[in-house]
């Protein structure tokens, strides 16, 4: 009797655990996060990050290696040059982390964008059955055709397959999500909030400012003025009784080809930097219009089902309203997050951080 009762009190404490794991593990199956949370995720768990870091790390120790070297041998260009390459890969860690910030939030649009696309497809659903409730009751009632009735069931068989496919769209843009992340693919991560356009958050860009700060700091700008720096040190050491006439001439080529390569630098970062401006513009005006036409097409579909009902108007004029306002309501959802990721991209282009060592510089 003591056994068996002690087989059951072990029995059920192995319940109780496997209970207990079970409710850890469906906690971790899914996670709320705002893009903020997202980013800190990603930079903790994602693998490649976690590469440039270790990278970042071995290129520490080869310039300390670089500074012990020196004490044997002196040299302001070897010098230089290993601070130059300190900073390079400085500057490729910071890169890394300005493209996977980037990625995660394409990632995690990507993923509010498709659960507000499914709502909307729901809502559209919804519609679609309202509209067939409609028109069998004035089939019903002698007012409308077999074939409306039969056009108004194609309709919402379409939008309960646009629906399936909602979802199918949610469930990849969640996939792609979590990799980002560096979580598990059964994890289910919800993206909360709203596009911050929607939220009226989103401030105007001062573009001379802006453009000021990415000719300061990107990474292309920086390694240019370090090569033309380098340069200038050997013309500048070369000036001497010593070094023949010949390398002298070499040494102000290769400077004067380096100058204008940071020059043609510089015409590209502008560029890029307006093109990435003007995206930010567009995107704004868009969302403007794309936001009109949904108030439009609500409106003219609230008309066309009061319409109907009244006799006023056939059903195919009434699902044609309905789709024309699922259109509408998606490319509003479209307009807003296309905005939403050129304001990213502008934004992740030009504030480009100065790397440790540029920040001491200035802070001196």
Request: aromatic residues 6%; charged residues 30%.
């Amino acid at each position: 009797m003591i056994t068996r009762i002690a087989i059951l009190l072990i029995l059920l404490l192995g319940i109780t655990d496997v209970f207990c794991t079970l409710q850890v593990l469906a906690n971790e199956k899914q996670m709320v996060l705002d893009l903020n949370d997202a980013r800190e995720l990603a930079l903790s768990r994602n693998a490649s990050y976690a590469m440039a870091k270790l990278d970042f790390e071995a290129a520490e120790i080869e310039f300390r290696m670089s500074q012990a070297d020196a004490l044997m041998k002196p040299s302001v260009i070897a010098t230089k040059k290993a601070e130059n390459t300190k900073r390079n890969t400085a500057r490729s860690l910071i890169a890394k982390k300005q493209a996977l910030i980037l990625d995660v939030d394409t990632a995690y649009y990507s993923l509010l964008s498709a659960g507000m696309r499914l709502d909307i497809r729901k809502q559209g659903e919804e519609q679609a059955k309202d509209t067939v409730r409609i028109v069998k009751l004035k089939y019903d009632a002698g007012l409308a055709s077999k074939a409306e009735v039969s056009s108004a069931e194609i309709q919402l068989q379409k939008a309960l397959s646009e629906t399936l496919s909602a979802e199918g769209d949610l469930k990849l843009a969640a996939l792609a999500l979590n990799q980002v992340l560096g979580l598990n693919l059964d994890t289910r991560v919800v993206a909360t909030g709203v596009p911050e356009s929607m939220a009226g958050e989103r401030e105007e860009p001062d573009f001379r400012k802006d453009l000021a700060k990415a000719l300061e700091n990107r990474p292309e700008i920086t390694e240019a003025r370090d090569a033309l720096e380098i340069a200038g040190l050997e013309v500048m050491f070369s000036d001497n009784d010593y070094t023949p006439e010949l390398s002298k001439s070499l040494l102000r080529n290769v400077e004067e080809k380096i100058r204008i390569q940071f020059e043609q630098v510089k015409q590209s970062v502008q560029i890029e930097a307006y093109r990435l401006y003007l995206a930010v513009q567009n995107g704004r005006r868009e969302m403007d219009v794309a936001r009109a036409v949904a108030i439009q097409e609500e409106e003219n579909y609230r008309i066309m089902k009061i319409r109907y009902e009244y006799g006023m108007e056939i059903a195919n004029t009434l699902l044609g309203a309905q789709v024309s306002l699922t259109e509408a309501k998606l490319a509003e959802i479209q307009a807003f997050i296309n905005y939403d990721m050129a304001w990213l991209k502008y934004r992740n282009y030009v504030d480009y951080p100065a790397t440790e060592t540029n920040g001491a510089k200035q802070g001196d």
